[in-house]
């Protein structure tokens, strides 16, 4: 949600801010607006809509002269998209553009103050009081002026700033919203993800919560709110900016399924060192493990999803207490937690707002936590007192994939390294769970090789206006997930239900020739998805079952059947959760889906 890119250097600046926001499109937008500086004063262009209609505005950016300048992609929530709500936003004498990603909570009061003060609102947004204050504080010195605006702000915000009277640098903030810095040769970079500027360098900056960071075409400075300078250490990102490109691929999100093998490797092979699980990443002891009294899992989307198979895999494997909440409902639910409580954290994007909130809400009951986190120095991996970051690398598509698969991983890998410090684990069973985690890559790029099975299904049933998931356990979890993936991006009504609880209303919904996508990969339960998926099959359903190579019987049940390898019974939800996203991938490309940004969605979900 709300894209921020500046740039300070020697070559044109709009066209610049144009490429970069256009890394950023996945993030979700509904209109964008860019503000340069063009030797005279801060010329501003904005335009509701796709980032093509300011293209198109600007003569791709040719239309606004000069070095340095801010651009801001905007997902409403102050005000409708509009021209007018679009950032950047002046303050009224034109001497101030601001952008801004996050949401000023105390905007009303600040707003009721301004007006009094002879302060003319012309948008319904947030972001415009910051302008207001900018000028109102402004005596001649920006960092004055940002130092008391940001103490009077509440709430969260990524800024960047230009002053007409500041014309070889301008200024930026962050807290609680992402915002990097990118340092090239004579040039100079501010980005809400690194993707927007990995074309110009890969040396970035991360700000902590409250660093302003002054960027000059030579020279970046970072200072405290104390207004001392703070010398940040330089990181060099290892992504390449094929990356964060399709690469011959239709959409990011079939780049992003395939790359799945490698993301998985990456993720587990530096973990795993002479047959055991290192967690460098993480300073849990052994006596910290023993005296965990309750885990929660606390995520939202599809990281919830691996949540719910992560409880199913740490209470099996270690016996511990494990609750699952989405981080909406966790916040607001008073949760009953001290501080022999571990709570993980898991997010792709490391800011999701809700994840966040909930976060610093078990942080304050004491708990301790772990995250689980894509985005390295994201605001939630900031927060944490552990991180296991998911290597899967950038991740573009809204509907997430790689994140997703990186996420079991990191889960598979937590529940054994506390198993085996537990003694669950006879010496036998920890190896051979490590060797089967460690064939997962070879077993997800087998199923992927087969794809167009999955194709040939998708033919068959992307007309359906309802589909079903079901099954038990894990196979219940991966049904969530499959079921989201599905309608996510294909727009169409699913639901994803324990195989047991189906009869207990939701059966009177099938009907002659409804789908139902029955996941039967686990042994012990598999007669029982078995006699579910004959019940619907009574009251007129189709059946396309997922089930293993091991397993014969779904034959007799289903009318399709997709088989994936055999593995380790906790770690089948990375296998089979592979075709149901191929499923819902060519399901939306055959209904002719915008497959990579679905509409209402954002891939970063930075408000409440
Ligand atoms: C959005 C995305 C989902 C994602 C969820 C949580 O809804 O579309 O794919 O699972 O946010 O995001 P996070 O970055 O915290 O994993």
Redesign the pocket.
Known sequence: MCGIVGYIGENQAAPILLDGLSKLEYRGYDSAGIAVFNDYNLEVAKAKGRLSVLAEKTDNGCGVRGSMGIGHTRWATHGEPSDVNSHPHLSMSGRFAVVHNGIIENYISLKKELSGKGFEFISETDTEVIAHLFEYYYNGDIMDAMIKVINRVEGSYALGVLCSEYPDQFIAVRKSSPMIVGLGDNENFIASDVTAILKYTRDIYYLDDNEVVVLKKDSVKVFNKDKEEVIKEKFTVDWDVSAAEKGGYEHFMMKEIEEQPKALRDTISPRIKDGKIVLDDISLTTKDIKNINKIYIV?????YHTGVVGKYVIEKMCRIPVEVQVASEFRYCDPIINNNDLVIV????GE?AD?LAALKEAKNHGARILSIVNVVGSAIANASDDVIYTWAGPEIA???TK?YSTQLAVIYLIAAYMAEKLGMLTSGEYAKFIEEIESLPDKVEEILKSKEEVQYLASKFFNCHSIFFIGRNLDYAVSMEGSLKLKEISYIHSEAYAAGELKHGTISLIEDGTLVIALATGQELFDKTVSNVKEVKARGAVVMGITTEKHENMEDVADYIVKIPATHEMLLPSLTVIPLQLFGYYVASLKGCDIDKPRN?????TVE
């Open positions: 995520a939202c989307g599809s990281a898991i997010s792709q994007s999701t994840t809204v509907a997430t994140a969605l954002a891939k970063s979900v």
